[in-house]
């Protein structure tokens, strides 16, 4: 296992476009978590997922934005009609339950033009 | 508003001097990380402290969580161009089911 596997790594997409991206988390870990994070910011969460029930939801995630893991494995998180505000890097983490401690991925870094 | 709040915002120094940089919060939690995250990379776990009081070292790395469990300091020993990155601490309130990222602090060790 290579750890947590995110594609694309860059995205770049006009305005009204709709983009996914896909994440694969360890396999042994059943929580997965999508955050956003914007250029000199912190990340902010966006998602969680403790195997396939997606358990909470930012209010960050308007309704342009699902997410889902149907198996418990891989999620994918979509981004319906494209904003510029929706540019930034997202970020996805998986964990095992009650660990102290997140494996993020590289990240998908979105680009609105 | 942030609920962790990290300073200084923004750190040059050269390499070999000390540095501390600090977390806070008005908020208590029930753990805390520091995570160093470099550019275009996702952010990398170095350390989680879950008593108020604790102390964590790793090599030149110094990590100390408040005793009411609402701040935190990372303190770097004899900094190396190495060290440079972002580095972020997050807090987890209560059981809940994420952490709370502070707003980063960027550091630049200058050879």
């Known amino acids: 296992d290579t750890g947590v596997s995110q594609n694309p790594r860059h995205k770049i997409t006009k305005r009204g476009q709709n983009v996914t991206f896909r994440c694969d988390p360890i396999?042994?870990?059943?929580?997965l978590y999508w955050y956003r994070q914007t250029l000199g910011q912190g990340p902010e969460f966006l998602t969680y997922?403790?195997?396939?029930?997606?358990?909470?939801k930012s209010r960050l995630l308007s309704d342009r934005f699902s997410a889902e893991r149907p198996k418990g494995s891989f999620s994918t998180l979509e981004i319906q009609r494209t904003e510029q505000g929706d540019s930034a890097m997202y970020l996805c983490?998986?964990?095992?339950?009650?660990?102290?401690?997140?494996?993020f991925g590289s990240g998908t870094r979105l680009t609105v033009v | 508003t942030q609920l962790l709040e990290q300073s200084p915002q923004f750190l040059s120094i050269q390499e070999g001097e000390n540095l501390t940089v600090y977390c806070n919060s008005s908020?208590?939690?029930?753990?805390l990380q520091w995570y160093r995250q470099e550019p275009g990379e996702g952010p990398v776990l170095l350390v989680t402290v879950v008593t108020g009081g604790e102390v964590k070292k790793l090599k030149r790395l110094t990590f100390q969580f408040g005793d009411a469990r609402k701040d935190s300091s990372l303190h770097i020993t004899a900094a190396q161009p190495g060290d440079t990155g972002l580095y972020l601490c997050?807090?987890?309130?209560?059981?809940?089911?994420?952490?709370?990222f502070g707003t980063g602090t960027s550091l630049t060790v200058i050879p």
């Open positions: 997922f403790q195997n396939e029930a997606q358990l909470e």
């Open positions: 908020s208590v939690f029930s753990s």
């Open positions: 997050a807090g987890e309130l209560g059981t809940g089911n994420q952490f709370y």
């Open positions: 983490a998986s964990s095992f339950r009650d660990n102290h401690g997140y494996t």
């Open positions: 396999s042994e870990h059943n929580r």
